[in-house]
Each structure stands twice: as structure tokens, then as C-alpha cells.
């Protein structure tokens, strides 16, 4: 099984940026598309942005123009670049694996907190 680990997460100010990375332990390619998803406590967990093995990208409502999903093939890496955050994307955002909107293979996650 293909095993997913985040990175990049930490402690920003309002209106900066991070990059989160998903590195994968064999080819993204096993999976027609990856997604990251996050957590706030209290809340259910939601898809923030997905790419397909093609390509493809789409974005919640409430993140599109900040966030970037992106995918590096040689490298078996996804990452969301985060732009202009706000105190609202403080969650733990989790990286996935899956096939036809469902996703099965889960990295451990990795908390993004931005302050106010």
C-alpha cells in the first residue's frame, strides 16, 4: 500500500502563506486522483482541492483564488500552495489518495494554524 506523508504545516500569521507537501512512498499514479482535505475542531472534514492523474483541479468555494493544487510526478509529490490565509483555514489538513470521488488511502496529517 502506498503510504502518503504531510509536511509544511506550522503557525502563520494572517495573510501569509504556506506550502504543504504530500509525498508519496510509490507513484501517485496509483490513484486517479489526490486530494487535501482539513479538519477544524468541532467540524466535519472537507475536500479543500483535488488534481487528477490528468491534470484536472478543483477547489472548495471557500478556498479558490488562494489555493493552489499542484503535482510533481518524479517526484510522487502533491502540494497545496496557500495563499492569503486566514484564521478560518486553521485546521489539520490531510492528504488522499483515491478513485472515482472516493478516497481510501490517508496521510497522518498535519496542523495549520493561523493566527490573528
Known amino acids: 500500500q502506498v503510504q502518503l506523508v504531510e509536511s509544511g504545516g506550522g503557525l502563520v500569521q494572517a495573510g501569509g502563506s504556506l506550502r504543504l507537501s504530500c509525498a508519496a512512498s510509490?507513484?501517485?499514479?496509483?490513484?486517479?486522483?489526490m486530494g487535501w482535505f482539513r479538519q477544524a475542531p468541532g467540524k466535519q472534514r472537507e475536500l479543500v482541492a483535488a488534481?487528477?492523474?490528468?491534470?484536472?483541479?478543483n477547489y472548495a468555494d471557500s478556498v479558490k483564488g488562494r489555493f493552489t493544487i499542484s503535482r510533481d510526478n518524479a517526484k510522487n509529490t502533491v502540494y497545496l500552495q496557500m495563499n492569503s490565509l486566514n484564521p478560518e483555514d486553521t485546521a489539520v489538513y490531510y492528504c488522499?489518495?483515491?478513485?472515482?470521488?472516493?478516497?481510501?488511502?490517508w496521510g497522518q496529517g498535519t496542523q495549520v494554524t493561523v493566527s490573528s
Open positions: 510509490g507513484s501517485i499514479f496509483s490513484f486517479n486522483a
Open positions: 488522499a489518495g483515491g478513485h472515482g470521488g472516493r478516497y481510501y488511502n
Open positions: 488534481i487528477t492523474s490528468g491534470g484536472s483541479t
